[in-house]
Nanobody, 127 residues
Framework: VQLQASGGGLVQPRGSLRLSCVIS????????AGWFRQAPGREREGVSY???????HSEDAVAGRFTISRDNAKRTVYLEMNSLKPEDTAIYYC??????????????????????WGRGTQVTVSS
C-alpha cells in the first residue's frame, strides 16, 4: 500500500490550497482517512478525519477553514484549506486505516489507529 501526498507549497495568509493523497494497493478494501500535520519543533497533530461512510471531523484549530473529502473512484483523499494562517505552516501527512464492516461509520482521531502513511507535503503560509 502506498500513499502519495501532493499539493503543498508556499501561500500567502488568507490564501487557499488543496492537498491530495492518492492511495494505491488497497483495491477492494474500505478505509478511513485522516490528515495530520507537524510544525517545526512540535509534535504531529491531527487535523481532519473521515469515516468510510463520509462522516467528517476537523480539530478546532482548523474547523470552518479546512475540509476533508474523498473520491472513491479515484482512490484519492483531499484536504481543502482556506483562510490559511501562518500557524498552519507544517508538513501535512495523509493516513489511512483499513476498516472492517462494523467500523464503517467511525472516525479515528489518533495517529496510532492508522495503518499506512504518506511521506508528507510541505505547506508554508507566509507573506
Amino acid at each position: 500500500v502506498q500513499l502519495q501526498a501532493s499539493g503543498g507549497g508556499l501561500v500567502q495568509p488568507r490564501g487557499s490550497l488543496r492537498l491530495s493523497c492518492v492511495i494505491s494497493g488497497l483495491e477492494g478494501e474500505s478505509y478511513a482517512a485522516g490528515w495530520f500535520r507537524q510544525a517545526p519543533g512540535r509534535e504531529r497533530e491531527g487535523v481532519s478525519y473521515m469515516s468510510v461512510t463520509g462522516s467528517t471531523h476537523s480539530e478546532d484549530a482548523v474547523a470552518g477553514r479546512f475540509t476533508i473529502s474523498r473520491d472513491n473512484a479515484k482512490r484519492t483523499v483531499y484536504l481543502e484549506m482556506n483562510s490559511l494562517k501562518p500557524e498552519d505552516t507544517a508538513i501535512y501527512y495523509c493516513a489511512i486505516k483499513r476498516i472492517a464492516d462494523g467500523l464503517i461509520g467511525r472516525i479515528f482521531k489518533y495517529e496510532s489507529y492508522y495503518d499506512f502513511w504518506g511521506r508528507g507535503t510541505q505547506v508554508t503560509v507566509s507573506s
